[in-house]
Structure formats: structure tokens, C-alpha cells
């Protein structure tokens, strides 16, 4: 990876005073971009297994549990 300095050169950037500044009526210099500096960006596609068969375990256990409460209140 190479390093390029976003920074302007001041001698050679039209536009500027001695300073640094822009006087009044002149755009100053653009920021040069920086595609590596931005964080990485991951797709991800539904949920994930762990916590989905987690859901659905907990569902069975929950539907078992009055099924079991319903059978016993009929006895």
C-alpha cells in the first residue's frame, strides 16, 4: 500500500495566499479521497444459525410446555 499525502503543495496550488488562505471569491483546493481509509464493509444474508435454531428450540420447548399443561387440565 502506498502513502500519498492528501495535503496540498501551497507553491503549487493555484489560488492561495502566502499564508495558506483563500481569499475571498476563489474555491479552495479539493480533499483528495482516501478509498483504504473507510472500514471494511462485510455483506451478511439473513439471520445467522446459532441464534435462529436457538429461537426455534425455545419456541418447541414453549409449544411442548402447554401441550403438556392442556393434556393434564383434560385428565
Do not use: C, H, Q
Amino acid at each position: 500500500m502506498s502513502y500519498v499525502n492528501p495535503d496540498p503543495e501551497p507553491e503549487r496550488t493555484t489560488g492561495l495566499e502566502p499564508g495558506g488562505g483563500v481569499p475571498p471569491g476563489e474555491t479552495p483546493p479539493a480533499e483528495s479521497s482516501m478509498p483504504e481509509a473507510g472500514p471494511r464493509e462485510t455483506a451478511t444474508k439473513g439471520w445467522a444459525k446459532a441464534p435462529l435454531t436457538l429461537i426455534l428450540v425455545l419456541v418447541a420447548l414453549v409449544a411442548a410446555f402447554f401441550l403438556v399443561y392442556a393434556l393434564v387440565l383434560i385428565l
